[in-house]
Protein backbone atom coordinates (compact mmCIF):
# COMPACT_ATOMS: atom_id res chain seq x y z
CA UNK A 1 0.00 0.00 0.00
CA UNK A 2 1.36 3.93 -0.76
CA UNK A 3 2.09 6.43 1.95
CA UNK A 4 3.19 9.19 2.31
CA UNK A 5 4.94 11.26 5.26
CA UNK A 6 4.92 14.90 5.50
CA UNK A 7 7.42 15.11 8.72
CA UNK A 8 6.53 19.06 9.51
CA UNK A 9 3.28 19.98 11.14
CA UNK A 10 4.24 23.75 10.43
CA UNK A 11 7.17 25.25 8.31
CA UNK A 12 8.13 29.29 9.38
CA UNK A 13 9.65 31.31 6.89
CA UNK A 14 10.83 34.92 5.92
CA UNK A 15 9.78 36.26 3.51
CA UNK A 16 12.45 36.48 0.63
CA UNK A 17 14.26 33.38 1.81
CA UNK A 18 14.21 30.04 0.26
CA UNK A 19 11.76 27.63 1.81
CA UNK A 20 11.70 23.70 1.82
CA UNK A 21 8.81 21.47 2.45
CA UNK A 22 9.60 17.47 3.23
CA UNK A 23 7.55 14.65 1.61
CA UNK A 24 8.85 11.55 1.65
CA UNK A 25 6.79 8.11 0.51
CA UNK A 26 6.38 4.86 0.46
CA UNK A 27 5.22 2.78 -2.90
CA UNK A 28 5.63 -0.67 -3.80
CA UNK A 29 6.57 0.23 -7.99
CA UNK A 30 6.85 3.39 -9.50
CA UNK A 31 5.55 6.31 -7.64
CA UNK A 32 2.96 9.17 -9.55
CA UNK A 33 4.08 12.10 -6.96
CA UNK A 34 1.84 15.35 -6.84
CA UNK A 35 1.99 19.02 -4.68
CA UNK A 36 -1.00 20.71 -4.14
CA UNK A 37 -2.17 23.75 -2.01
CA UNK A 38 -5.11 24.47 -0.27
CA UNK A 39 -5.85 28.11 1.53
CA UNK A 40 -8.54 28.54 3.91
CA UNK A 41 -11.78 26.71 3.04
CA UNK A 42 -10.92 26.04 -0.61
CA UNK A 43 -9.97 22.98 -2.49
CA UNK A 44 -6.81 21.68 -3.85
CA UNK A 45 -4.96 23.93 -6.12
CA UNK A 46 -2.70 21.55 -7.99
CA UNK A 47 1.31 22.66 -8.33
CA UNK A 48 3.47 19.96 -9.50
CA UNK A 49 3.84 15.98 -10.51
CA UNK A 50 6.62 13.52 -10.92
CA UNK A 51 5.46 11.14 -13.31
CA UNK A 52 8.92 9.94 -15.26
CA UNK A 53 12.00 11.89 -16.44
CA UNK A 54 14.19 14.98 -14.65
CA UNK A 55 14.06 14.69 -11.38
CA UNK A 56 13.61 17.88 -11.03
CA UNK A 57 9.97 19.13 -11.72
CA UNK A 58 8.95 22.78 -12.16
CA UNK A 59 5.53 23.86 -11.38
CA UNK A 60 3.38 26.40 -10.59
CA UNK A 61 3.66 29.88 -9.06
CA UNK A 62 7.85 29.25 -8.86
CA UNK A 63 7.58 26.07 -6.73
CA UNK A 64 9.86 22.70 -7.91
CA UNK A 65 10.28 19.79 -6.35
CA UNK A 66 13.15 17.03 -6.54
CA UNK A 67 12.23 13.41 -6.93
CA UNK A 68 15.09 11.26 -4.95
CA UNK A 69 14.74 7.38 -5.43
CA UNK A 70 17.49 6.41 -3.08
CA UNK A 71 15.78 8.32 -0.38
CA UNK A 72 12.05 7.99 -1.49
CA UNK A 73 11.68 11.94 -0.85
CA UNK A 74 9.89 14.11 -3.02
CA UNK A 75 10.37 17.54 -1.33
CA UNK A 76 9.26 21.19 -2.41
CA UNK A 77 10.91 24.30 -2.76
CA UNK A 78 11.02 27.58 -3.88
CA UNK A 79 13.82 30.05 -4.02
CA UNK A 80 11.92 33.18 -2.68
CA UNK A 81 9.33 32.79 -0.21
CA UNK A 82 6.59 35.09 -0.62
CA UNK A 83 4.23 36.29 2.15
CA UNK A 84 0.95 34.94 -0.34
CA UNK A 85 2.83 31.08 -0.41
CA UNK A 86 1.36 30.87 3.10
CA UNK A 87 -1.03 28.08 2.85
CA UNK A 88 -1.52 24.48 3.76
CA UNK A 89 0.61 22.04 1.61
CA UNK A 90 -0.23 18.32 0.71
CA UNK A 91 2.21 16.16 -0.77
CA UNK A 92 -0.08 13.09 -2.29
CA UNK A 93 1.20 9.48 -4.32
CA UNK A 94 -0.57 7.00 -5.98
CA UNK A 95 0.65 4.01 -8.08
CA UNK A 96 0.23 3.55 -11.80
CA UNK A 97 -3.46 3.70 -13.34
CA UNK A 98 -6.70 4.93 -12.42
CA UNK A 99 -5.89 4.34 -8.75
CA UNK A 100 -7.11 7.25 -5.70
CA UNK A 101 -4.31 9.52 -4.35
CA UNK A 102 -2.99 9.07 -0.81
CA UNK A 103 -2.50 12.50 0.77
CA UNK A 104 -0.02 13.43 3.35
CA UNK A 105 -0.89 15.39 6.50
CA UNK A 106 -0.43 18.36 5.26
CA UNK A 107 2.20 21.12 6.31
CA UNK A 108 1.27 24.93 7.22
CA UNK A 109 3.64 27.09 5.51
CA UNK A 110 3.68 30.47 7.72
CA UNK A 111 6.01 33.47 5.66
CA UNK A 112 6.26 36.32 7.46
CA UNK A 113 7.15 39.36 6.11
CA UNK B 1 -9.81 22.88 -19.12
CA UNK B 2 -10.11 19.85 -16.99
CA UNK B 3 -12.85 21.78 -14.34
CA UNK B 4 -14.17 20.46 -11.55
CA UNK B 5 -17.35 21.68 -9.94
CA UNK B 6 -19.63 21.29 -6.38
CA UNK B 7 -22.44 22.25 -5.55
CA UNK B 8 -23.78 23.55 -2.92
CA UNK B 9 -20.17 24.72 -1.88
CA UNK B 10 -21.85 25.15 1.68
CA UNK B 11 -24.65 23.33 3.66
CA UNK B 12 -26.50 23.97 6.47
CA UNK B 13 -28.62 21.39 7.78
CA UNK B 14 -30.62 20.29 11.20
CA UNK B 15 -29.88 16.53 12.01
CA UNK B 16 -31.54 14.04 10.93
CA UNK B 17 -32.16 15.37 7.83
CA UNK B 18 -30.06 14.14 4.48
CA UNK B 19 -28.36 16.54 2.23
CA UNK B 20 -27.13 15.67 -1.96
CA UNK B 21 -23.98 17.11 -2.85
CA UNK B 22 -22.99 17.52 -6.46
CA UNK B 23 -19.79 17.08 -8.17
CA UNK B 24 -19.51 18.03 -12.40
CA UNK B 25 -16.66 17.46 -14.49
CA UNK B 26 -17.86 20.46 -16.81
CA UNK B 27 -15.27 20.31 -19.80
CA UNK B 28 -14.56 16.21 -19.69
CA UNK B 29 -16.06 13.16 -19.16
CA UNK B 30 -15.07 11.40 -16.06
CA UNK B 31 -15.64 7.56 -16.05
CA UNK B 32 -14.24 7.73 -12.24
CA UNK B 33 -15.01 10.16 -9.67
CA UNK B 34 -13.53 9.99 -6.00
CA UNK B 35 -14.70 10.88 -2.44
CA UNK B 36 -12.66 12.96 0.10
CA UNK B 37 -13.51 13.80 3.78
CA UNK B 38 -11.44 16.49 5.64
CA UNK B 39 -11.78 17.48 8.92
CA UNK B 40 -10.44 20.58 10.55
CA UNK B 41 -6.42 21.05 10.04
CA UNK B 42 -6.27 17.27 8.81
CA UNK B 43 -5.63 15.35 5.80
CA UNK B 44 -7.90 14.74 2.93
CA UNK B 45 -8.98 10.75 3.44
CA UNK B 46 -10.28 8.67 0.57
CA UNK B 47 -14.20 7.62 1.11
CA UNK B 48 -15.27 5.91 -1.65
CA UNK B 49 -14.93 5.41 -5.95
CA UNK B 50 -17.41 6.12 -7.92
CA UNK B 51 -17.26 4.64 -11.30
CA UNK B 52 -20.14 5.60 -13.90
CA UNK B 53 -22.73 3.25 -14.66
CA UNK B 54 -21.66 0.68 -11.46
CA UNK B 55 -21.84 0.71 -7.60
CA UNK B 56 -19.72 2.90 -5.58
CA UNK B 57 -16.38 1.00 -3.97
CA UNK B 58 -16.21 1.92 -0.52
CA UNK B 59 -13.04 2.65 1.93
CA UNK B 60 -12.99 0.42 5.23
CA UNK B 61 -14.99 2.29 7.65
CA UNK B 62 -17.13 4.41 5.48
CA UNK B 63 -20.81 3.22 6.13
CA UNK B 64 -22.62 2.96 2.22
CA UNK B 65 -25.73 3.07 3.52
CA UNK B 66 -25.12 6.36 5.03
CA UNK B 67 -22.60 8.39 2.49
CA UNK B 68 -24.45 7.34 -0.77
CA UNK B 69 -22.51 7.36 -3.77
CA UNK B 70 -24.76 7.65 -7.54
CA UNK B 71 -22.39 7.97 -10.49
CA UNK B 72 -25.04 8.28 -13.00
CA UNK B 73 -23.32 10.09 -16.29
CA UNK B 74 -20.02 10.66 -17.23
CA UNK B 75 -20.26 14.22 -15.68
CA UNK B 76 -21.47 14.01 -12.57
CA UNK B 77 -21.65 12.18 -9.31
CA UNK B 78 -23.39 12.85 -6.40
CA UNK B 79 -22.50 11.99 -2.48
CA UNK B 80 -25.59 12.43 -0.26
CA UNK B 81 -25.17 12.36 3.52
CA UNK B 82 -28.16 10.53 4.85
CA UNK B 83 -29.64 11.60 8.51
CA UNK B 84 -26.95 13.74 8.82
CA UNK B 85 -25.45 14.28 12.69
CA UNK B 86 -23.12 16.82 13.86
CA UNK B 87 -20.26 14.19 13.65
CA UNK B 88 -20.76 14.39 9.54
CA UNK B 89 -19.85 17.87 9.50
CA UNK B 90 -16.94 18.26 7.54
CA UNK B 91 -15.01 19.30 4.61
CA UNK B 92 -16.25 16.92 1.09
CA UNK B 93 -13.83 17.17 -1.50
CA UNK B 94 -14.54 15.55 -5.03
CA UNK B 95 -12.24 15.00 -7.98
CA UNK B 96 -12.85 13.26 -11.13
CA UNK B 97 -10.49 11.43 -13.28
CA UNK B 98 -9.03 12.18 -16.88
CA UNK B 99 -6.06 9.97 -18.64
CA UNK B 100 -4.94 9.35 -15.23
CA UNK B 101 -4.55 12.45 -13.82
CA UNK B 102 -7.31 13.92 -10.83
CA UNK B 103 -8.79 17.46 -10.78
CA UNK B 104 -10.09 18.79 -7.79
CA UNK B 105 -13.27 20.50 -6.85
CA UNK B 106 -13.74 23.55 -4.79
CA UNK B 107 -14.83 21.84 -1.91
CA UNK B 108 -18.53 21.51 0.04
CA UNK B 109 -18.23 22.58 3.75
CA UNK B 110 -20.95 20.63 5.62
CA UNK B 111 -22.67 22.15 8.92
CA UNK B 112 -24.91 19.65 10.49
CA UNK B 113 -26.90 21.27 13.53
Known amino acids: AQSVAQPEDQVNVAEGNPLTVKCTYS??????LFWYVQYPNRGLQFLLK??????LVKGSYGFEAEFNKSQTSFHLKKPSALVSDSALYFC???????????FGKGTRLSVIA | GAVVSQHPSWVICKSGTSVKIECRSL??????MFWYRQFPKQSLMLMAT?????????EQGVEKDKFLINHASLTLSTLTVTSAHPEDSSFYIC?????????FGPGTRLTVL
Open chain 2, 27 to 32: DFQATT
Open chain 2, 50 to 58: SNEGSKATY
Open chain 1, 50 to 55: YITGDN
Open chain 1, 27 to 32: VSGNPY
Open chain 2, 95 to 103: SASRYNEQF
Open chain 1, 92 to 102: AVRDQGNTPLV
